[in-house]
């Protein structure tokens, strides 16, 4: 049976995340019927992330057997057919190993987070990006960044209903930039924590407002206590950028 690699962009705005659930509609449930539309077969289709309610995504990797053997590019553009007029695509669809796994296999998943900063709202970019009309000193945030970086105890950054076995993690990379009127933070590690980029975001806000002192952050982190840190930051702001695998045989040439 031969096993499918999808690249996938979505809009998560109408959705109530990746995952199937029973109090609305996920993208694997969309992604799920078109397959079922597409070969008359029911089948589970398995995420790298499992990105929350109103969550993008403009990499996210998932996998699926299939009993029928099709090219790549007949599964892509069949699947995108299906899916209309949901905010969903496949970018790319690659034949895979059969040991190819998309949550188990990745060894990296990079998040990137828009915060729009001017006074006035955004129009075309609603849903897109979270709003800060305050401005928000960036340097600071960036240094505040920089003390997360590096493997420790991310209890004061987790989701307190977070099921992850230890919420001891290795980020490596939280980096901080203006480009014109966003701020975009950028994350990169092997996993996260349930919420941990939108809390570490929220946090990091905080500093840009001048609510807390840099230092204030590296006392969060060392008091493990999801109290002690900053608030969540808004999911519409968050995208899930890419997903890499170290093996070489991910993707069948």
């Not at 049976?1 to 959705?15: A, I, Q």
């Not at 987070?113 to 990006?129: D, G, K, Q, T, W």
């Amino acid at each position: 049976m031969p096993r499918y690699r999808l690249t996938l962009e979505y809009d998560g705005s109408p959705f109530v995340g990746w995952q199937r659930q029973d109090n609305g509609l996920g993208v694997q449930q969309v992604v799920e019927e078109a397959i079922q539309r597409f070969c008359s077969e029911t089948v589970r289709v398995f995420a790298a992330g499992r990105t929350d309610a109103g969550v993008h995504a403009r990499g996210q990797v998932a996998h699926v057997d299939l009993e029928r053997t099709t090219s790549g590019k007949t599964l892509r553009d069949a699947l995108n057919f299906h899916m209309r007029p949901h905010p969903v695509c496949v970018i790319a669809a690659d034949l895979a190993a059969s040991d190819f796994h998309a949550r188990f296999s990745a060894c990296e998943r990079a998040y990137r987070y828009r915060i729009l900063n001017r006074r006035s709202p955004p129009v075309l970019e609603r849903s897109r990006v979270w709003w800060v009309a305050n401005l928000l000193d960036e340097q600071a945030m960036a240094r505040a960044a920089g003390l997360l970086v590096g493997q420790h105890d991310f209890t004061s950054f987790r989701a307190t209903l977070c099921q992850a076995k230890s919420p001891v993690k290795t980020l490596d990379e939280l980096s901080v930039v203006r480009i014109g009127e966003e701020i975009h933070i950028q994350a990169r590690a092997r996993s996260f924590l349930h919420h941990q980029v939108r809390n570490m975001v929220g946090t990091l806000e905080r500093v840009g407002a001048g609510r807390w002192a840099v230092e204030d952050v590296a006392r969060a982190l060392a008091a493990r206590n999801r109290a002690a840190g900053g608030p969540t930051a808004p999911a519409e702001g968050l995208y899930l950028e890419s997903v890499n695998y170290c093996s070489k045989r991910s993707v069948q040439t």
